[in-house]
């Protein structure tokens, strides 16, 4: 009797064991099914970093580089204008929280879309601003918001942001990473000089 019951509780405890691993496989796999990225290039990356990771259901930002010819371009490259890289976001999001679309509205009202190859005190096409879709749905969606902007925008002047399909997305050196975090009074510094927010404010008025 006494091996028996032993026999019975091994079991059970293989048995509870197994349904805990295959549920927390599970959960981890549902995870990771409502995880989606998005990218976006708005200008310095330091600043459309700081502005996403401020949105609910942002997992992670990282900058980087895309959009150019040459492989593995340093930011000293970039920053020159000759690799045709711009500088850019990769955003991984909870689709449960915050929807592609809603990261589109927000990415709209974060830049000016009016400038080719500028935005606001940086010049050239590495601050050119572009939404970088990873496949059709993306890109319908993209498309359907430029075009609504473009019918109900509060300014006159027409919007000139590219939509592309993504090709190999370069992350940018670690110093660059959580740059608002690491260096934060450089960080405000230079948004403040750089005349952002200002230039912001003109475009779509007050926002949160």
């Keep these: 009797m006494y091996h028996y019951r032993l026999l019975s509780l091994i079991f059970s405890f293989i048995l509870a064991g197994s349904f805990n691993i295959a549920s927390a496989a599970n959960n981890a796999s549902m995870d990771t099914d409502h995880k989606q990225t998005a990218i976006f290039a708005g200008g310095c990356f330091w600043c459309v970093e700081s502005d996403f990771d401020k949105v609910a259901g942002v997992v992670e930002t990282i900058s980087g580089y895309i959009g150019g010819h040459q492989k593995n371009p340093s ?3 970039v920053s020159a204008g000759g690799s045709g890289h711009t500088e850019a976001v990769k955003i991984t999001f909870d689709s449960r929280q915050v929807s592609y679309a809603e990261l589109l509205d927000i990415f709209w009202h974060s830049i000016d879309p009016t400038t ?35 019918r109900n925008k509060p300014f006159s002047s027409s919007i000139v942001t590219r939509i592309t399909q993504a ?36 475009l779509w008025g007050k926002t949160d």
């Design 167 to 202: 090709s190999e997305f370069y992350p940018a050196e670690d110093y660059h990473q959580d740059f608002h975090h690491k260096n934060p009074l450089r960080y405000k510094l230079y948004r403040y000089n750089c005349g952002r927010d200002k230039r912001l404010t003109q």
């Design 75 to 77: 930011y000293k490259q």
């Design 116 to 150: 080719v190859d500028r935005q606001f005190c940086d010049h050239g096409s590495q601050y050119r601003t572009e939404i970088f879709y990873h496949d059709g749905h993306q890109k319908k969606l993209a498309e359907q918001s430029k075009a609504a902007l473009e």
